[in-house]
């Protein structure tokens, strides 16, 4: 299979503005998984509300575009029903750091076998440029006028305390590490999650001095420090999901049997 | 055994191979047994996170084929509100017990009430239809349990089996009846990537379980018949949720079982579930009353009630709320001549005693 064979041909053109995060995330998804050699007839895509959500409905494949931040507990259902099939969860960081939460801090920990792909784009942007939970402190948003007074989530740290297995962030930028990352991910028993931080520039760069899609892509960039440097520094937080950098790289890979092992699901 | 142990027989025994919940009162007695006998049935059962994973779960195993249950009660029914209505637009065949306890809010958890009845039919948002039984004894728990999966089955619908907490706690026997018939959806024979919602004048599509190299896509948007969503144009919207509707209604008569004895009578008591054991202790020793009790509470047996509001003069609705199915009742039966209906209302958790029945009958019949 070629990458390119995943593509649901009929339903384009899509619908993601221009200067888009989640094209290069799917593009990156699509090598990792042809490059697995995964069957997509044994793929189930599950994804939640937001523009992240619309990703399955351009994969060839069976898809299940459900409620908001409820994927992880449809694809639960999905894999421990027929543990045969692969299943991948798009989502977005509104999907599953607010509405989501609870599913997916819970999935974490019950570490069924599941593939969470979140893009995290710092804003609702299909609603029209909210804040999120992970909006950075001070960034403006149209329901933070005078710049947001929250602290955000660090999604892949909740991820690494609730339990993953594993448990990576890479931003578009990355493309070869990311896309590296999702294989394992993919291939990786149990949990995992991967955080794609991406650019919005619709909702998220034009609030924030940064008119073009370019200009939230290079942002992230210069942001970006790997996870194992990260570390070495002295700022008391480092990503920049808390004022500093965006720590990028892989966070936990842990052994845990996956649930759908553990109770030896019959079929 | 109770009337929650032999929900989860029933399920079991119509071949319901996922179960998941969240305890709550009066319905944990569901969960804690699908914990210990899925797994000699060799299903999986889980406990989730909350009400809303549950169900989600539940339409998610769905779409693998398997037939899934969850359990609840009022205020865990109200959380899945959102997935029930995401169950009726992807035409996703699930079952819910919901166990009825006094509301509204955290309300009287270990007290029977019927006041879900409504929350039944209207209580996600939009047009949709739903199949709801409301059983009154052990051996219906177990008996409507198996149909309820019948129904989902055939007509891809969440199908809502609507006990209470005495029912739920109910001890009793029952018996497994030799022609139990076991319905399984229609599955897609031919490859349906374009054409998953496409459907006969029955309205009801073929399902395309995933896993099958079928390539569907599923959402809760407004979809056309190859499942891709349509959300701006008027007519596809119309059409779809019209045949959501119309597939339980326009199937309305073969769906509906009530239990009508006197249908002659001048009065007619109109019950279900719970109070209907009162109203069987007043008919034994009052030959003149007549009984009409809802087996299905919707989609409302209409022709049938009908027919019973004809020759009646007086019909009392006995419900453990303050009055949701006697609307129903009043609208059906004014209009096929019977002008005098009344609601004999009771919450707080206690079922209509046989006395305080024939009190209020004592004026009119005795």
Partial sequence: MKFFDLYRKDRWPHMFCPGCGIGTAMNCFFRAFAESRLNQDKTVFVSGIGCSGRIPSYILADSLHTTHGRPIAFAGGIKLANPELKVVVFTGDGDLGAIGGNHFINGCRRNIDLTVICINNYIYGMTGGQVSTTTPFGYYTSTTPYGNKEYPFDLSEVAVAAGANYVTRWTTYHVKSLTKSIKKALVKDGFSFVEIVSQCPTQFGRRNDMISARQVFEWLKKNSVLHKKAHTLVEDHLDLNLMGKITVGEFVERNREAYTKVIGVRK | ?366
Wanted: proline share 5%; hydrophobic share 35%; with cysteine.
């Fill in chain 2, 1 to 366: 055994m109770q009337g929650n142990e032999a929900c989860v027989e029933g399920a079991l025994y119509v071949g319901c191979k996922f179960f998941a919940g969240y305890p709550i009162t009066p319905a944990t007695e569901i969960t804690e047994r699908m914990a210990w006998r899925m797994h000699e049935m060799g299903g999986v059962s889980i406990q989730l996170e909350d009400e809303i994973a549950s169900i989600a779960a539940i339409i998610g195993a769905s779409w693998t084929g398997t037939k899934a249950m969850t359990a609840t009660s009022g205020p865990g029914f109200s959380l899945m509100q959102e997935n029930l209505g995401y169950a009726c637009m992807t035409e996703t065949p699930i079952v819910i017990v919901n166990v009825q306890r006094g509301g509204p809010s955290t309300g009287q958890p270990t007290k029977a009430s019927q006041g879900d009845v409504m929350q039944t039919r209207w209580g996600s948002h939009g047009d949709y239809e739903t199949i709801v039984l409301a059983p009154n004894s052990v051996q219906e728990m177990f008996d409507l349990t198996i149909e309820a999966f019948n129904l989902s089955e055939k007509y891809r619908v969440p199908t809502i089996v609507l006990s209470d907490a005495d029912i739920g706690h109910m001890r009793g026997k029952f018996t497994v009846s030799e022609d139990i018939k076991f319905i399984d959806r229609k599955y897609c024979t031919k490859h349906v990537e374009h054409n998953a919602f496409i459907c006969d004048e029955g309205l009801v599509p073929e399902f395309p379980k995933f896993g099958q190299g079928h390539r569907v896509h599923i959402t809760g948007l407004t979809h056309d018949v190859s499942g891709y969503p349509k959300t701006t144009d008027p007519e596809i919207h119309a059409k779809l949720v019209s045949r959501l509707v119309k597939k339980i209604r326009n199937h309305s008569n073969e769906i509906s079982r009530t239990e009508i004895l006197n249908p002659k009578a001048d009065t007619i008591l109109v019950t279900y579930g719970s109070p209907s054991n009162s109203v069987f202790e007043v008919l034994s020793e009052n030959h003149n009353i007549g009984l009409f009790r809802l087996i299905t509470l919707w989609p409302f047996p209409e022709t049938e009630m009908k027919q019973i509001a004809k020759t009646a003069k007086h019909i009392l609705v006995l419900e453990m709320n303050l009055g949701q199915i006697y609307w129903e009742v009043e609208r059906i039966a004014r209009q096929a001549g019977c002008q005098k209906v009344e609601l004999f209302s009771k919450i707080g958790g206690e079922i209509h005693k046989p006395d305080e029945i024939i009190k209020r009958l004592k004026n009119e019949v005795l």
